[in-house]
């Protein structure tokens, strides 16, 4: 199961294969580099579809405006083949078409991608990983992770500051400056409590022991076996394979250069 | 009461000696002077006004401070016999543990097994051992069933007793409690007392407390050492003698008396005037609430009468505070009627209605929404066109009542704690509203604060202000309201006058309600917390 590959190596075998798949430029090798990592996903996990899709629908949106965008701006390196139509002033060819299609399964790729890592990873095992196999200092990752303990309180706190701001009247003003004062009395009380909060948080946490160094022992060994390196392999190397086959089939453009 | 004799043979501690610390400058200490010796075995109360600087202490006895934050200390601090500088770093925390007041800001993990194993790994305790440390404090703190739970949806009292399996991890000489029920149920901060009792039997670990009420702690309390307004030490006796003999002392820097020892408490209470029950200002009927799908509040039945003082009380998530955003407008019921004065409350012009009902926070911070404290006490007059002069009127007078006088431009965020208080409930009463609304205005207050708070209310409502308060302080209820209103699963479980709900033993341990002290008082000590088990 995903979920249970070491998060370190994880995000790398999904850093690597994301920076891998901005440089190719058709649409062959994001469309079957996709399917391939919706396989993985509801193939290998136990991501419930529905949840993922919840996440995934609106970025199918923003992907179209993307295509969209970029269909009708495109630059004239690209923008070959004939004339498909017309819309006011632009005219709309073959390449800016397949260019526009290429970039939208591009970023469907890695909002795949980035939903296959935060979908399956813990985010406390994710900072251990960081701190055990990257040696990010337990500095850090520690303060992260008290970091991420706020985040449902700060929303929390921001609803009772509206309610607490209507009943004084809040809402009646009007005008741009208004609107700019209200980010003003709202940043202050959540940033003064933000910082007395971090500030109990760090003398709670000296007080129990935690100096910061390196030499720590760990409840949760996070180690990398076999099975990591399987899956780092499988996800760089499958690329490479699906760039194999379109290079075969003649789709392969790496950079606007087409093999 | 059966409290424990000073030993005077048992060994010190920790020894502090002419310790003096201040943030910016020592001519002005905020702690000055200070000696005083902890012995082993022993629990020790600390009291002080808020303010002066009894969490300092704390955090100066383990040797954070002054490092910690950009401040200055002179004079010495022994440990064992050995000067705290000479400890170390992180070996004087591991002797010194320390449950801090507020249970959402002590934690850095998400479960609770972590956290726990967070302690562990700074002391660098071996991997294999962890999972059975963890099980025996858990179980030591009767936690046990929690183990693989997420901190933050615990409750309050459930965090403070995670925060306090922590330090013990530590197995520390000292333990340190810096208010630690402050922000707990009545209840639940009896319940942890007993804990730190029963945990302070089996360990001996010498404890310092520091609080600003003393009653619950009282009977496990070797000695009191309070701590004057100018940061020295003002009473250092065991607390029958700082409670009778030093008391006058005491009121003057207004430390809270126990109630055992406070004489004007003797008469069985003030009986609240009866109101002309005639004209209701608003009806609840039948109202139901829900979030996300989850049904808060069930049929619910509810009138204010003009110039009422009414209390809805029950425990951390049987729904007060939602009820009191629906009576104040702030979001929609699912069903049933709100009616102001006759006429929906979804109908009413947002302007009016803010006229006619006041609502107070729990943090007076979050109503603060200008710069000084003259624009937030002319803010609403301003918004409705109110003259200049009409406006300075207005503002002086509430001044003047809510003693704020020499603050009127100061930034209400650099108030002290009482002062913004007193602010946060004169901004809604600008024009006077017929209802006002308090979301436990007394809660982490200390003693001084809340009555003054209270008169001042008490004066609202005996010119006509309907009154109404969430609160979990009994005695609040008791001494001030004329009916209370049990929440119990969303739905309410009581509604009359307060005298009513004193014997209905079932129903408030149902509700993990504490009788207030004018009952207890006459049943014997001890009988009272058979409340709770």
Not at chain 1, 201 to 216: L, P, Q, T
Not at chain 2, 197 to 223: C, G, P, V, Y
Request: proline content about 4%; charged content about 25%.
């Amino acid at each position: 199961m995903i979920s249970s590959i070491n998060p370190s190596i994880k995000a790398f075998a999904i850093l690597v294969p994301g920076i891998l798949l901005s440089l190719t430029f058709d649409m062959f090798t994001p469309l079957i580099y996709l399917l391939f990592v919706l396989v993985v996903t509801f193939g290998f996990s136990d991501v419930s579809f529905k949840r993922w899709m919840k996440i995934f629908a609106p970025f199918l949106l923003v992907a179209l405006g993307f295509a969209w965008m970029t269909m009708l701006y495109t630059s004239d390196s690209f923008s070959g083949g004939r004339v498909l139509f017309e819309i006011w002033m632009f005219e709309v060819t073959t390449g800016a078409v397949m260019v526009g299609i290429s970039l939208a399964l591009r970023s469907l790729c890695f909002v795949a991608l980035s939903l296959l890592f935060v979908l399956t990873t813990d985010s406390t095992k994710f900072m251990l990983s960081l701190m055990q196999q990257c040696k990010l200092p337990p500095k850090i990752t520690y303060g992260v992770l008290a970091g991420y303990r706020f985040l449902p309180t700060f929303q929390n706190e921001l609803q009772i500051l509206r309610q607490a701001h209507r009943i004084r009247g809040v809402g009646r003003e009007r005008g741009i400056r208004d609107k700019l004062n209200q980010f003003r009395r709202y940043s202050v009380p959540l940033l003064a409590n933000g910082i007395r909060k971090s500030e109990r948080v760090a003398i709670a946490m000296e007080s129990k022991g935690f100096k910061g160094d390196v030499n720590r022992t760990h409840y949760h060994k996070m180690t990398v076996r076999k099975k990591d390196w399987i899956f780092l392999s499988v996800m760089i190397g499958s690329l490479f394979l699906v760039g194999f086959l379109s290079y075969c089939l003649g789709y392969l453009n790496i950079f606007g250069k087409t093999f | 009461m059966n409290k424990k004799q000073l030993n005077q043979e048992s060994k010190p501690l920790l020894h502090v000696e002419h310790f003096s610390f201040a943030y910016e400058s020592l001519k002005n200490p905020l702690l000055h002077n200070l000696s005083f010796t902890l012995h082993e075995n022993e629990i020790t109360l600390l009291m002080g006004a808020s303010g002066s600087g009894k969490s300092t202490i704390s955090l100066c006895l383990n040797g954070l401070y002054p490092e910690a934050v950009e401040g200055f200390a002179r004079g010495d601090i022994y440990f064992q016999g050995k000067h705290i500088q000479d400890f170390p770093k992180g070996k004087l925390n591991q002797e010194i543990g320390i449950v801090f007041q507020d249970p959402e800001s002590q934690f850095c993990m998400i479960t609770v097994e972590d956290e726990l194993a967070f302690t562990l790994e700074n002391l660098n305790v071996p991997a294999s051992e962890m999972a059975k440390r963890i099980s025996e404090v858990l179980q030591a703190v009767d936690m046990e069933s929690c183990k693989k739970e997420k901190i933050h949806e615990l409750s309050g009292g459930q965090k403070q007793k995670i925060a306090l399996a922590a330090v013990l991890l530590l197995e520390p000489e000292l333990l340190i409690l810096d208010e630690p029920t402050a922000n707990l149920d009545p209840v639940s901060s009896i319940e942890f007392i007993h804990l730190i009792q029963q945990l302070q039997k089996e360990r001996k670990m010498s404890i310092f407390i520091i609080e600003h009420q003393a009653d619950d702690w009282l009977d496990i309390t070797n000695r009191i050492i309070v701590l004057g307004r100018n940061g020295d030490i003002i009473a250092d006796h065991h607390p029958e003698i700082a409670f009778t003999e030093k008391r006058q002392v005491l009121e003057k820097e207004g430390i809270f008396l126990p109630k055992a020892y406070d004489r004007s408490l003797d008469f069985d209470g003030p009986s609240p005037s009866p109101v002309a029950k005639d004209k209701v200002c608003l009806s609840i009927r039948d109202l139901s609430f829900r979030r996300k799908k989850q049904p808060i509040l069930q049929g619910i039945d509810l009138d204010i009468h003009q110039g009422e003082f009414l209390a809805i009380v029950g425990e951390n998530g049987a729904g007060k505070s939602t009820l009191l955003q629906l009576i104040a407008g702030l979001i929609k019921k699912d069903s049933g009627d709100i009616d102001l004065f006759g006429k929906p409350i979804s109908k009413w012009k947002e302007s009016e209605l803010r006229k006619r009902l006041g609502y107070v926070f729990q943090n007076p911070e979050h109503q603060f929404i200008t710069d000084t404290v003259y624009d937030e006490l002319t803010f609403g007059l301003k918004l409705n066109g109110f003259t200049q002069s009409e406006m300075d009127k207005n503002a002086n007078r509430l001044m003047r009542q809510f003693h704020l006088e020499n603050h009127t431009f100061s930034n209400p965020f650099s108030l002290s704690g009482g002062q913004k208080r007193r602010l946060s409930v004169a901004t809604m009463l600008d024009e006077t509203p017929d209802i006002l609304l308090f979301d436990e205005p007394t809660f982490g207050q200390d003693a001084n604060t809340t009555a003054e708070l209270m008169d001042m209310i008490f004066d609202l409502k005996t010119n006509g202000t309907s009154i109404v308060f969430v609160t979990h302080d009994m005695d609040l209820v008791d001494t001030y309201c004329e009916s209370v209103y049990v929440l119990h699963d969303g739905k309410i479980a009581f509604s009359g006058e307060p005298r009513g709900l004193w014997d209905q033993d079932e129903l408030l341990e149902k509700a993990r309600l504490r009788l207030p002290y004018r009952i207890r008082k006459h049943t014997k000590a001890g009988e009272y917390y058979d409340l709770i088990h």
